[in-house]
């Protein structure tokens, strides 16, 4: 991501209606949003769809920001409320579908969990499917995006002693299923 005082400059010219600066910041979120994002709904057409989506509010409410330094945690706040909204929406769905017996026995749960063992950092990727979203998106942003717990705390609008909870409570899930699968 760029400097943060060049983050600055473009969202006040952003937010007067500079355009190229507009384009900039976009650009400079993109990617990092997209792997939290990725990271938290652990679907890469959905993540791709829900990036979409999170740009056109970044683009609709830049004008509302008050203070362009938060602009980095601001935009995560936007994207981890969207992500958690399309995964509660998924679980929906899908225990609508599970009421319904499945067609296809590739198409059920077993056909996963028979899967042939992988590298350990697979086994570790498909285990974030097992941690519950709040504290995937914990997980996420600290461990991928590489944020300090204060941050990760002001993002997802959180005191740090909860977001110290759903870490380690990330991680014993995580634990668990490994030790499990071993």
């Known amino acids: 991501?760029?400097?943060?005082?060049?983050?600055?400059?473009?969202?006040?010219?952003?937010?007067?209606?500079?355009?190229?600066?507009l384009d900039q910041l976009l650009r400079a979120v993109q990617m990092p949003i997209y792997r939290c994002v990725d990271g938290i709904v652990r679907d890469k057409h959905m993540a791709e769809d829900l990036l979409q989506d999170v740009l056109v509010t970044i683009c609709r409410k830049l004008r509302t920001l008050r203070d362009p330094a938060l602009f980095r945690p601001w935009c995560y706040r936007i994207a981890t409320r969207a992500a958690f909204r399309r995964v509660k929406r998924r679980?929906?769905?899908?225990?609508?579908?599970?009421?319904?017996?499945?067609?296809?026995?590739?198409?059920?749960?077993?056909?996963?969990d028979t899967a042939s063992r992988r590298e350990q950092l697979d086994q570790v990727i498909l285990t974030l499917d097992h941690v519950p979203?709040?504290?995937?998106?914990?997980?996420?942003?600290?461990?991928l995006e590489s944020m300090p717990l204060k941050e990760v705390a002001a993002v997802l609008g959180l005191a740090v002693g909860t977001v110290k909870s759903r870490l380690s409570y990330g991680l014993s899930v995580m634990r668990r299923r490994l030790a499990e699968n071993e």
């Open 1 to 21: 991501m760029a400097e943060s005082s060049q983050i600055v400059l473009w969202v006040l010219r952003a937010q007067v209606g500079d355009r190229d600066a």
């Open 91 to 112: 679980r929906r769905e899908a225990d609508m579908l599970a009421e319904q017996p499945p067609t296809d026995p590739a198409l059920s749960p077993t056909a996963h």
């Open 133 to 143: 979203p709040a504290s995937r998106a914990v997980l996420v942003l600290h461990y």
